[in-house]
């Protein structure tokens, strides 16, 4: 059996942080995922899909997520079930993260504000080249950088 999901949104709003009694993080939101097709009236809709993040995740996406960010998740789909006060059952489907990215930086224009810290992936040249070349080849670690020089490869180095 398999029950895996992966969504790609933006958040309805900060995501909200708490604490069990045993002092386990977790962090609820909401992401905003765009429907593949328009409707009639030609508008895009958007599912609004609830999603729980637990322990160190948890408290990464409460310091670092900020709502209209763009963010990745996977995880698996959960539908649980409780007794409100009215004596009525309620069921609540929602997405249990084991994993999301952050899929903007943190200081993009028109951000989602907050002005915090992204963490990032580790970059190697894709991004837009600096004005100093030798600036660029210091703190670039790709050892395929472009530094104007040709690249010696014996036959020996190619694998065919």
Same mark, same amino acid.
């Given at each position: 059996? $398999? ?5 790609? %949104?933006?958040?309805? /709003? ?14 609820? *939101?909401? $992401? ?15 599912? *609004?899909?609830?999603?729980v993040t637990w322990r160190q995740l948890a408290e990464t996406c409460a310091n670092y997520l900020r709502k209209g960010r763009l963010a990745a998740v996977e995880g698996r789909i959960q539908v649980r079930n409780y007794e409100n006060n009215?004596?009525? /059952? ?10 999301? /990215? *952050?899929?903007?930086? =943190?200081?993009? &224009?028109? %951000?989602?504000? %907050? ?13 837009? /080249? ?5 600036? =660029? ?14 690249? &010696? ?8």
């Open positions: 059996m $398999l029950n895996r999901v992966i969504l790609i %949104g933006r958040l309805t /709003r900060d995501p909200e942080l708490r604490y069990t009694p045993a002092g386990v993080a977790v962090t609820q *939101f909401t $992401l905003a995922v765009d429907r593949p097709f328009t409707s009639q009236g030609g508008e895009r809709e958007a599912d *609004f899909i609830p999603v009215e004596g009525k /059952r309620v069921y609540v489907t929602e997405v249990i993260a084991d994993n999301v /990215r *952050f899929l903007e930086s =943190a200081n993009r &224009d028109g %951000g989602g504000g %907050g002005g915090q810290p992204m963490r990032e992936e580790p970059s190697y040249g894709g991004g837009g /080249r600096a004005s100093n070349n030798n600036a =660029a080849r210091s703190n670039n670690q790709d050892p395929f950088s472009d530094d104007g020089k040709p690249i &010696d490869i014996s036959d020996d180095d190619l694998p065919f």
